[in-house]
């Protein structure tokens, strides 16, 4: 969950209104990651006859939307874009839980711990905070020692608590999203698309996540790469495992490593991921085995951080690919060789609780 900041992109003039379909149009989606399922969904919902493709299933272990969990914040530094879409993206989330009748959004808070007075991505976000009335509360470093007793804070300036974000439930909810899609009478097949392939509808969006750039080497290349990135889900203390596990998800904003993590993550073990940039990555066939020298640095900062969790067993762990465009900005655009193709990804380790939204703005975009 990349927590640099970035500037606005020539995305978003993919949002002016490009009423490509009308009601009753046939639109085609393939890929029913978080990206695509939640696209199809309010296509389908915009009256468009809809089919969504996906070669291993929505949430599969290959894809980007199949771990466990993912951290929803609207914090995004200087982005406004971002913050906004998000607090739409909280609101849809809260709308489909009630939906669904299951909860999928923990609403634990984000804690930022921030190394230095100024922390851009955090300082720079505060006045959207205040404009939409979520305002994220100051917490000294002596008061993150007292309230968070779990934290080493010693190499700290001082916390943000805030206590809108948490994390989402993510292979599960991207099933859910799917299920929901063909109850509302959407149709979904299970292959794998070709770009070689005849497709026939009014208009195709390829949302294949970190497929994307090989898949469409003139169009989209190099503009989307793999990356793998590693998850740990570390056991926390049995005696202690009620202070670990319902601590807030946290960000340490160290302007180097970015570790984050997830307490909670749905009982499977305190989780620890890294936003640096790891290795080339083939999303098909990488086999999805832990680098050591990775684990052994998070290791190495979960002891110096969570003093605690130094001797924490590994209980479980996940590689996941990045779908990363040159500048962390989605890239949703129109094909210039074909104008019935769209190209929608790049999520960048960031995309996944923007689903809703996303998929709400694209359809609003499309559909007349
Ligand atoms: C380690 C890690 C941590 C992250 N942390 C966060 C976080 O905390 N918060 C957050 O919001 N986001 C986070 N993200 C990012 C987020 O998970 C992704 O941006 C998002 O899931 C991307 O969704 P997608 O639909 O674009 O891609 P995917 O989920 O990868 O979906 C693409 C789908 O396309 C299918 N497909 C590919 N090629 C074809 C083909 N030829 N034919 C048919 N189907 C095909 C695949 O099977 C797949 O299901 C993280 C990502 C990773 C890897």
């Not at 296509?43 to 939307?65: F, H, P, Q, Y």
């Amino acid at each position: 969950m990349p927590t640099n900041t970035f500037a606005p992109s020539p995305l978003f003039s993919s949002f002016e209104h490009r009423r490509v379909l009308k009601k009753g149009d046939h639109a085609i989606v393939v890929g029913a990651g978080a990206f695509g399922g939640w696209t199809a969904l309010y296509l389908l919902r915009s009256e468009i006859k809809v089919t969504l493709i996906d070669a291993w299933g929505s949430g599969n272990s290959r894809s980007s939307s199949g771990d466990e969990t993912r951290v929803i914040r609207s914090t995004y530094g200087a982005n406004e874009f971002y913050f906004d879409l998000n607090v739409r993206a909280l609101q849809l989330w809260k709308e489909h839980e009630k939906l669904w009748n299951r909860q999928v959004f923990f609403n634990t808070g984000v804690l930022w711990l921030c190394h230095h007075e100024k922390c851009s991505i955090v300082d720079e976000s505060i006045p959207f905070s205040k404009k939409h009335k979520m305002e994220y509360e100051y917490v000294s470093r002596a008061d993150l020692a007292k309230r968070y007793d779990v934290v080493n804070s010693n190499d700290l300036h001082h916390g943000y608590f805030d206590p809108y974000g948490g994390y989402l439930k993510a292979r599960e909810s991207t099933q859910l999203v799917q299920e929901t899609f063909v109850k509302e009478g959407g149709t979904y097949v299970n292959a794998m698309v070709s770009p070689a392939d005849k497709l026939s509808a009014d208009t195709i969006i390829y949302a294949c996540g970190s497929w994307l750039g090989k898949m469409f080497p003139a169009e989209i290349g190099e503009r989307i790469t793999c990356s793998k990135q590693e998850v740990y889900y570390f056991g926390v203390p049995a005696d202690h495992a009620k202070k670990f596990d319902s601590f807030p998800v946290w960000v340490d904003a160290d302007d180097k490593d970015h570790y984050y993590g997830i307490p909670g993550n749905a009982w499977r073990g305190f989780k620890v991921g890294v936003d640096r940039r790891g290795k080339v990555f083939d999303p098909t066939n990488g086999e999805r085995i832990l680098e050591p020298e990775v684990l052994a640095h998070a290791r190495g900062f979960l002891a110096h951080r969570f003093p605690g969790l130094k001797d924490a067993p590994l209980v479980e762990s996940r590689v996941c690919p990045y779908e990363n465009s040159p500048d962390g900005n989605f890239i949703f655009e129109q094909s210039k060789s074909d104008r019935r193709v769209w190209f929608l990804g790049g999520g960048s380790g960031h995309g996944f609780k923007h689903g809703p939204a996303l998929g709400e703005l694209i359809a609003k975009t499309l559909v007349q």
